[in-house]
């Protein structure tokens, strides 16, 4: 049966995966506040519709650093596909071209970055986490370039993996059958490791990444590439008129799904201040929370340039692979379609901020 909405490939996924994965997915760091607050966010708004507008049709389409998109939902960065289904990444991007999204594979994807490449038929980004090792980031850009990745999305709120109580309790570590294929073995060896009490991810960051990055640093990757550099983890004014100082071409609003700091600002929360700070032309996109294409219309008339989904991307690969995430992506698009109908905003222009009642008036 066709999901009528998300929870149903929520329930679907779960009804498929073991304890562990279903954790892995679904946990946050601490006591998970943030992972709850994201939610929150988006329930206590209330919507001004407006009446006796013509919506016989609407147009969802955008270009976002020159790529046409047919909807403003897209893929967020998440490692490892294969835990989900066998095709992996593969799966992921050929969906997400079906639909017109835009896709931003990892940099601990399954598959390699030329198969996803091969599988896409729009746009993607790659996102990277800043390793010890600069010859291996380096090595990952250039290949990246060659099979037409269109932007690089770096991950700036991971100087350590945030204490996630699920993956310590499961003593999770991914299986020895799955991999990080486009990065060196002897890097990635911890993240096998598993050990009660400890989680194999958390022991693998903390060997690998490297806690010095400062802003000072994106002048090695802007002379490593003429691809845009996106920074993804960012939820403070200050914050954000740095990245636009250093040149950034794009902004993602984002506490990593709840799975970093615990009692972070909520994403929707934190995205007027981080639009307001960074001048017009710099798009600022969103995750964290997003379940409904209400959802959609709401970070879009706040500022968002374009939302991106994360576990949703992964119920479905668990549900039913290709087919699986082509549906949420669907489902997506259609609910957005239904609200800016129903709002009297046929165009993602026509979202603005009087979308939202006042805080006084909810």
């Known amino acids: ?24 997915v679904q946990g946050g760091s601490g006591a998970e506040r943030t992972v709850a607050a994201n939610r929150d966010a988006f329930e206590r708004c209330r919507l001004r519709p407006r009446t006796l507008v013509d919506v016989s049709a609407t147009d969802q389409a955008l270009t976002l650093l020159g790529s046409p998109l047919r909807t403003p939902v897209g893929i967020a ?18 969906a997400a071209g079906r639909c017109g999204a835009l896709m931003t594979a990892g940099i601990f994807a399954s598959r390699t970055l030329e198969s996803i490449a091969e599988a896409a038929t729009g746009p993607l980004w790659l996102q990277l986490y800043w390793l010890r090792r600069r010859e291996a980031l380096a090595a990952l850009i250039e290949r990246a370039e060659a099979a037409g990745y269109r932007a690089l999305v770096l991950t700036v709120d991971a100087p350590r993996i945030g204490r996630r109580l699920r993956d310590a309790r ?26 009660h009490g400890s989680s194999g991810i958390a022991g693998h960051a903390k060997e690998q990444f490297d806690p010095t990055l400062t802003w000072a640093d994106l002048a090695w990757l802007r002379g490593r590439s003429s691809l845009p550099i996106v920074l993804k983890g960012i939820l403070t004014a200050e914050d954000a ?40 032309n710099l798009p600022v996109l969103l995750d964290g929370g997003v379940r409904s294409g209400t959802d959609v219309a709401l970070a879009l008339a706040l500022g968002a ?19 699986g995430v082509a549906g949420v992506l669907d489902l997506l698009a259609a609910e957005l379609d239904d609200a800016m109908a129903l709002l009297g905003r046929p165009r993602l222009a026509d979202l603005d901020p009087t979308v939202l009642a006042r805080p006084a008036d909810r």
């Not at 596909?81 to 050929?94: D, I, S, Y």
């Not at 003593?171 to 073995?185: E, K, S, Y």
């Open 170 to 195: 499961n003593g999770f570590a991914v299986p020895a059958h799955v991999r990080a294929v486009n990065l060196d073995q002897s890097l990635m060896a911890a993240s096998h490791r598993a050990e």
């Open 241 to 280: 008129r740095l990245a636009a100082e250093h040149g950034v071409d794009a902004i993602v609003v984002s506490n990593h799904g709840g799975r970093q700091l615990d009692g972070a600002l909520p994403t929707l929360q934190a995205l007027p201040e981080v639009v307001a700070a960074v001048p017009e």
């Open 1 to 24: 049966m066709q999901p009528l909405e998300l929870p149903d490939v929520e329930r679907a996924a779960r009804a498929r995966l073991p304890e562990e994965l279903w954790d892995f």
């Open 77 to 94: 960065p998440m490692a490892y596909h294969q835990l989900f289904h066998p095709e992996g990444e593969v799966a992921t991007a050929r």
């Open 305 to 323: 340039r374009a939302v991106l989904i994360g576990r949703p991307v992964l119920w479905g690969l668990a549900a039913d692979g290709e087919d």
